[in-house]
């Protein structure tokens, strides 16, 4: 039986999404493909209000990640480190072969300003990482204020990852001054996995420029020519393609404000029953994610029986994140979810985790 999923992503897909996959294949050197990339990066430059370089990379989100590290890092870099996906980013910034620091804060904390102001206080860095939204701990850093610190270092390069908020709330990448943002999709646009967009600023690109080894595949400069002719360097995956200027399109068509005041009252309503259940939470009130809640087991449920239970009911249920399986579960409130579909699960998990306790 398909289960309806209710995890951090991939999250559900639209069934008119779906099908716009199925749309017939043109080739990526003909027109008609120009047409589509023009488009959606048109519309991705709206929706991220930005006039920089967007790019489309046919790879999930670490492809990026690591391609981000290799071009932009020149000196140094400092990876900002509240989670699992935040701590592999600074593993694969050392694999990638460059010098890198683990800035770390526990799992549960949010990255702070004054922390990005001390490190990169230090003269140490011309590049920083940091992932907006910790999808493994539930807990969104405020980027504004990180920001406003950003933008004392201009010889830094800021790197940010939005996976898991992009969309699902106000990211103005040029007011922030982000030089490279980038996302997945198959979490807060809720698409298929397997296409993931990033931005690069002028000065990221003159960054790339001075770099040794960018390699191929991921190549910001490679992107930059290729974007010229509203192209990708090699094979992009058009129907994922397809799919996002559908739900572009969507995005639009349900308007950026209702969305943002969407995402605002599913993140209430599943934090007023976790509350209501009488479980904690892993953040602190103002460092929780509008787009998961990452709840603290503090009955002790037992929550790998509970997620056979919601398997067998049709849902999918996520408890926890590597070394906080078992200790946290995690509810997705993202991508094109409604309040309804949190009442009907949270309505079933409420009866099941009453008989696992
Ligand atoms: C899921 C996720 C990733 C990893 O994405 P892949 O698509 O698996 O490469 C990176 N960062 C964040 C914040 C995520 O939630």
Redesign the pocket.
């Known amino acids: 039986m398909a289960k309806k999923l209710f995890i951090?992503?991939p999250v559900e897909v639209a069934p008119e999404i779906l099908q716009a996959m199925a749309t017939p294949m043109i080739g990526h050197r003909m027109p008609e493909y120009a047409s589509l990339h023009r488009g959606v990066k048109e519309k991705l430059k709206k929706l991220l209000f930005t006039d920089a370089r967007v790019f489309l990379a046919t790879s999930?989100?670490?492809?990026v990640?690591e391609g981000a590290v290799r071009n932009l890092v020149g000196k140094r870099c400092a990876n900002f480190c509240n989670g699992a996906?935040s701590d592999k980013w600074h593993d694969v910034t050392r694999r990638c072969g460059k010098e890198a620091d683990a800035v770390k804060v526990e799992w549960g904390q949010p990255i702070t300003p004054e922390l990005v102001d001390r490190t990169l206080a230090t003269g140490k860095y011309d590049a920083f990482t940091m992932?907006h939204?910790?999808?493994s701990t539930g807990v969104m850093s405020p980027l504004p204020e990180i920001a406003a610190v950003l933008r004392r270092y201009p010889d830094v390069v800021s790197i940010v990852?939005t996976?898991?908020s992009m969309s699902a709330l106000k990211i103005p990448v040029d007011e922030l001054g982000i030089d490279c943002c980038i996302f997945?999709v198959?979490?807060a646009f809720a698409l298929p996995?397997g296409l993931a967009v990033f931005t690069a600023s002028d000065k990221a690109l003159e960054r790339a420029k001075t770099i040794e080894g960018r390699g191929y595949y991921f190549d910001f400069l490679e992107f930059a020519a290729a974007d010229e002719k509203d192209n990708t360097p090699s094979t992009p995956c058009i129907s994922q393609i397809y799919a996002m200027d559908r739900q572009l399109d969507r995005i639009f068509a349900e308007g950026l404000e209702r969305r943002w005041q969407r995402h605002r009252e599913m993140a209430d309503f599943v934090r007023n029953w976790v509350t209501g259940q009488g479980y904690g939470f892993l953040p602190e009130p103002p460092y929780r994610s509008l787009t998961l809640t990452c709840a603290l087991n503090t009955k002790n449920t037992d929550l790998a029986a509970l997620k056979k239970r919601l398997g067998e009911r049709g849902y999918a249920f996520d408890d926890g994140y590597g070394k906080l399986k078992g200790k946290t579960f995690r509810i997705a409130h993202m991508g094109d979810m409604q309040v309804a579909d949190l009442e009907e699960y949270l309505g079933v998990v409420t009866e099941l985790s009453r008989a696992e306790k």
Not at 60 to 63: I, K, L, Q
């Open positions: 951090p992503g999930s989100a670490f492809g990640m996906f992932i939204n910790e999808t990852d996976v898991s997945g198959q979490k996995p």
